[in-house]
């Protein structure tokens, strides 16, 4: 099986700017959640996909955006980028929205730096 | 809120040491608990969980469990080897949807 595959591995923008970040799920995956992971601190929660559907939302601002494909791929944008939004952006896949004990299977992450 | 409280580290251990990695946890509801592991280089892994107060999660030697009553879920192995260095995650999680991280405690295991 394939594994959780995120594109590209590093990023440089400028403020202001917009990014689009990819993710493809792992095989049989139907829900994708993204996180953000600054330096020094653990992942936070931005949004989850299930089915094509926003599931969920962490504490970020609307110009972080999202799409999920039929295939399960994934899209994270944001618009209007800041300093702070430099981070370690991940991807998580898994089977189902929800469950006591789900698996997240995670990407190896973009890094992005904003100048 | 939903928080989770890791101790600072870097940690390092020779080789065959005890390891003891702290966590603890705020919740308003009765989470699930896990630890996940980040090798160099790799994405986040799991590395063992538990879903209700008392279970022991175990995996590779690694065992924590869930202590409702100090709201904790400290990690442990008897035995650490180089092999073992990485950076460590507590995490709790009500539903799946979303988890709530620690902010990660790098161990070194040293020959």
């Known amino acids: 099986e394939t594994g959780v595959t995120q594109s590209p591995t590093h990023l440089i923008k400028t403020r202001g700017q917009q990014v689009t970040l990819r993710c493809s799920s792992q095989?049989?995956?139907?829900?994708v959640s993204w996180y953000q992971q600054a330096l020094g601190q653990g992942p936070q929660f931005i949004f989850q996909?299930?089915?094509?559907?926003?599931?969920g939302r962490g504490n970020f601002p609307p110009r972080f955006s999202g799409l999920q494909f039929p295939n399960y791929s994934s899209e994270l944008n944001v618009n209007a980028l800041e300093l702070d939004d430099s981070a370690l952006y991940l991807c998580?896949?898994?089977?189902?929205?929800?469950?006591?004990?789900?698996?997240?299977?995670f990407g190896s992450g973009t890094q992005l730096s904003v100048l | 809120g939903d928080s989770v409280t890791q101790m600072e580290g870097p940690v390092t251990l020779s080789e065959e040491a005890f390891l003891t990695i702290n966590c603890t946890y705020t919740?308003?509801?009765?989470?699930?608990l896990f630890w996940y592991v980040q090798y160099p280089g790799e994405g986040l892994q799991l590395l063992l969980k538990?879903?209700?107060?008392?279970d022991k999660g175990s995996n590779k030697g690694f065992e924590a469990t869930y202590r409702k009553e100090t709201t904790s879920f400290h990690l442990e192995k008897g035995s650490v080897q180089v092999s073992d260095s990485a950076v460590y995650f507590c995490?709790?999680?009500?539903?799946?949807?979303?988890?709530?991280f620690g902010t990660g405690t790098s161990l070194t295991v040293i020959p």
């Open positions: 995490a709790l999680s009500y539903t799946g949807n979303q988890f709530y």
């Open positions: 919740a308003t509801g009765y989470p699930s």
């Open positions: 538990a879903t209700k107060a008392d």
């Open positions: 095989s049989g995956h139907n829900t």
């Open positions: 996909y299930y089915r094509e559907e926003e599931n």
């Open positions: 998580a896949s898994s089977l189902g929205s929800g469950g006591f004990g789900e698996k997240l299977f």
